[in-house]
């Protein structure tokens, strides 16, 4: 069973950094993407950075030159360091992975982790 730990999260004022982490334990197969979803109260869950299996990065517009995703060679965990933070980034950050089973897709979620940037 696979299974995603994220760590990184926390308080952090308004132009600062934080960067976020995510480990994948178990049998992932092939990866097909991998990323970062975020979500506040009230909204719908929504993508912030994501890598596919080539490495080809997105971005949500609104993070675009202030996130950047990566990942270790090994695939199994990746990264998002957020600089120049704003208040509106305020949200829980969950990590996402979409692979391969052999018998068809699967996708798993990390628990998730509070960012919260004050002004």
């Known amino acids: 069973q696979v299974q995603l730990v994220e760590s990184g999260g926390g308080l952090v004022q308004a132009g600062g950094s934080l960067t976020l982490s995510c480990t994948a334990s178990?049998?992932?197969?092939?990866?097909?993407?991998m990323g970062w979803y975020r979500q506040t109260p009230g909204k719908e869950r929504e993508l912030a950075a994501s890598?596919?299996?080539?490495?080809?990065?997105e971005y949500a517009r609104s993070v675009q030159g202030r996130f950047t995703i990566s990942r270790d060679n090994a695939k199994t965990t990746w990264y998002l360091q957020m600089n120049s933070l704003e208040p509106e980034d305020t949200a829980v950050y969950y990590c996402?992975?979409?692979?391969?089973?052999?018998?068809?897709?699967?996708?798993?979620w990390g628990q998730g982790t509070q960012v919260t940037v004050s002004s």
């Open positions: 996402y992975l979409r692979y391969w089973s052999g018998f068809g897709y699967r996708e798993r």
């Open positions: 178990g049998s992932t197969g092939n990866i097909n993407r």
């Open positions: 890598l596919n299996r080539g490495g080809d990065s």
